[in-house]
Nanobody, 123 residues
Framework: VQLVESGGRLIQAGGSLRLSCLTSGIPFDDYKIGWFRQAPGKEREGVSCLSNTDGTTDYTESAKGRFTISNDNAKHTVYLQMNNLKPEDTAVYYC?????????????????WGKGTQVIVSS
């Protein structure tokens, strides 16, 4: 399984970014794919996840109303549209895949990871 994130950069507060996760080699039909982030000195946390099984989505409280996860199966890509960015959104954003589409959107359940893309939101 290979996951390659892109789209992160320095951006001013209030701006928008779209992150992309190009996937390849996922051998399961039933899985969950998600976006996670890790800020300096903090643990990795879930942001938003999408079940490939039934299309259901999960969002953490901080992401609700501002972020949207989507996928383009033809392009093997999962996106995270982030609007109204805040300085506290600054982190390395990772794409992860876990077996079984019903798992919680928490890093513990995810087995495969990309290398991440850095998002810096300036105030």
């Amino acid at each position: 399984v290979q996951l390659v994130e892109s789209g992160g950069r320095l951006i001013q507060a209030g701006g928008s970014l779209r992150l992309s996760c190009l996937t390849s080699g996922i051998p399961f039909d039933d899985y969950k794919i998600g976006w996670f982030r890790q800020a300096p000195g903090k643990e990795r946390e879930g942001v938003s996840c999408l079940s490939n099984t039934d299309g259901t989505t999960d969002y953490t409280e901080s992401a609700k109303g501002r972020f949207t996860i989507s996928n383009d199966n033809a392009k093997h890509t999962v996106y995270l549209q982030m609007n109204n960015l805040k300085p506290e959104d600054t982190a390395v954003y990772y794409c992860g895949v876990g077996r079984v589409g019903s798992i919680a959107c928490r890093p513990f359940w995810f087995e495969y990871w990309g290398k991440g893309t850095q998002v810096i939101v300036s105030s």
